[in-house]
């Protein structure tokens, strides 16, 4: 969407290597957060950002860990995936109309 | 905790028909409610969002309602399309800045 990217659009990794997912806003947003979407359990938030260097988990955090160094990027890090992380990917930001969120990323943990 | 419920799961109308779409949550005390479109393998793309003090908001065919009093949310869509076929999510906020909580959605398909 605009505004917002996300990188890569698909990876597929090894079990036990850890894979790391970038979210890039071009708006100066404070909030910045990650969902994963899976069938029969819809979109769960991971982890949220509310400003540099300020993060907080989300529903489903065990084995995620996130970072957010500038206002501009937050990254996902998988330490060492499993089968169980394999997912679509989203970032979304908040805005003053609601929020708006990325294209996805498909991981797939062989 | 604040849950989110969308009922049906799956919805087949035919071309012309108006239907309603039904999301419900638990916690009144919401700040915001926004109804998002999926198709097949892509992103969300947002359709429209309710304010807490707002009642409803239209979008051309589309209609959202409001009532934070039953805890529910309906959006109407008038005059399906085939291209109107795709996943609907409710999703709520409830304050400023934290986390949107999704329904699991319905799936819509309108036949030609």
């Known amino acids: 969407d605009a505004g917002i990217t996300q990188s890569p659009r698909h990876k597929v990794t090894e079990t036990g290597t850890p894979v790391t997912l970038r979210c890039h806003q071009t708006e100066n947003h404070r909030y910045m957060y990650w969902y994963r979407q899976d069938p029969g359990h819809g979109l769960r938030l991971i982890h949220y950002s509310y400003g540099v260097k300020d993060t907080d988990k989300g529903e489903v955090s065990d084995g995620y860990s996130v970072s957010r160094s500038k206002t501009e990027d937050f990254l996902l890090t998988l330490e060492s995936a499993t089968s169980s992380q394999t997912s679509v990917y989203f970032c979304?930001?908040?805005?003053?109309?609601?929020?708006?969120f990325g294209s996805g990323t498909r991981l797939t943990v062989v | 905790k604040q849950e989110v419920t969308q009922i049906p799961a799956a919805l087949s109308v035919p071309e012309g028909e108006n239907l309603v779409l039904n999301c419900s949550f638990t916690d009144s005390a919401i700040y915001n409610l926004q109804w998002f479109r999926q198709d097949p393998g892509k992103g969300l793309t947002s359709l429209l969002l309710?304010?807490?003090?707002?009642r409803e908001q239209t979008s051309g065919r589309l209609n959202a309602s409001l009532d934070k009093s039953s805890g529910r949310s309906t959006l109407y869509i008038a005059a399906s399309q085939p291209g109107d076929s795709a996943t609907y999510l409710c999703a709520a906020v409830n304050q400023a800045g934290t986390a949107l909580i999704f329904g699991k959605g319905t799936t819509l398909s309108v036949s030609s």
């Open positions: 309710i304010q807490s003090s707002q």
């Open positions: 979304a930001i908040s805005k003053e109309v609601g929020y708006t």
